[in-house]
T-cell receptor, first 113, second 115 residues
Framework: KAGVTQTPRYLIKTRGQQVTLSCSPI?????VSWYQQTPGQGLQFLFE???????NKGNFPGRFSGRQFSNSRSEMNVSTLELGDSALYLC????????????FGEGSRLTVL | AQSVSQHNHHVILSEAASLELGCNYS??????LFWYVQYPGQHLQLLLK??????LVKGIKGFEAEFIKSKFSFNLRKPSVQWSDTAEYFC?????????????FGQGTTLQVKP
């Protein structure tokens, strides 16, 4: 069974640009959550999508957005990139009706110059 | 607000030493608790989880954790570590009644095991 797949794995952008990251959940998982991981702040919840609807949102500015498609694949977008957005962005999926266990992808490492 | 505190940021042990990583959480209601591990260059993996019942839970690779409700703690233990246990360990909490993918993570503990 394939795990959570994230693309691209690495990318470099400059300040002011925007970026789109993609996540394909485990087959049958309909919930997708996104996290930002940095050395200073650790793992912070960005948002969660279920059945194409945002179910939960963390404390991030509006520059961070996401969406989910009918096949449960999800994308997140960061506009007007800032240096502080450099981080590992993790996607996680979970089973419908599951007990909360998240299955994580390997992440997309974003560097903003 | 919910929070998770991991006591040690960096732990260095020799092989065969015993391990205990502390985790305390702040949450007023029923909780689900998790320990995740991130090996170098790999994705976060679930070590073990507590939802209800026996407060002593066993996970993969010989790890176990004990939920002590009165102390709001969920410490991770392993009797004898191996070099391959070198990784970063994260404790996480979720409100037990919430059907959500939002976990609150601790800052993580880097474990270095010397051969």
């Amino acid at each position: 069974k394939a795990g959570v797949t994230q693309t691209p794995r690495y990318l470099i952008k400059t300040r002011g640009q925007q970026v789109t990251l993609s996540c394909s959940p485990i087959s049958g998982h309909r919930s997708v959550s996104w996290y930002q991981q940095t050395p200073g702040q650790g793992l912070q919840f960005l948002f969660e999508y279920f059945s194409e609807t945002q179910r939960n949102k963390g404390n991030f500015p509006g520059r961070f957005s996401g969406r989910q498609f009918s096949n449960s694949r999800s994308e997140m977008n960061v506009s007007t990139l800032e240096l502080g957005d450099s981080a590992l962005y993790l996607c996680a999926s979970r089973r419908p009706g599951g007990t909360g266990e998240l299955f994580f992808g390997e992440g997309s490492r974003l560097t903003v110059l | 607000a919910q929070s998770v505190s991991q006591h040690n940021h960096h732990v260095i042990l020799s092989e065969a030493a015993s391990l205990e990583l502390g985790c305390n959480y702040s949450y007023g209601g029923t909780v689900n608790l998790f320990w995740y591990v991130q090996y170098p260059g790999q994705h976060l993996q679930l070590l073990l989880k507590y939802f209800s019942g026996d407060p002593l839970v066993k996970g993969i690779k010989g790890f176990e954790a004990e939920f002590i409700k009165s102390k709001f703690s969920f410490n991770l233990r392993k009797p004898s570590v191996q070099w391959s246990d070198t990784a970063e360990y994260f404790c996480a909490v979720k409100g037990g009644s919430s059907n959500t993918g939002k976990l609150i993570f601790g800052q993580g503990t880097t474990l270095q095991v010397k051969p």
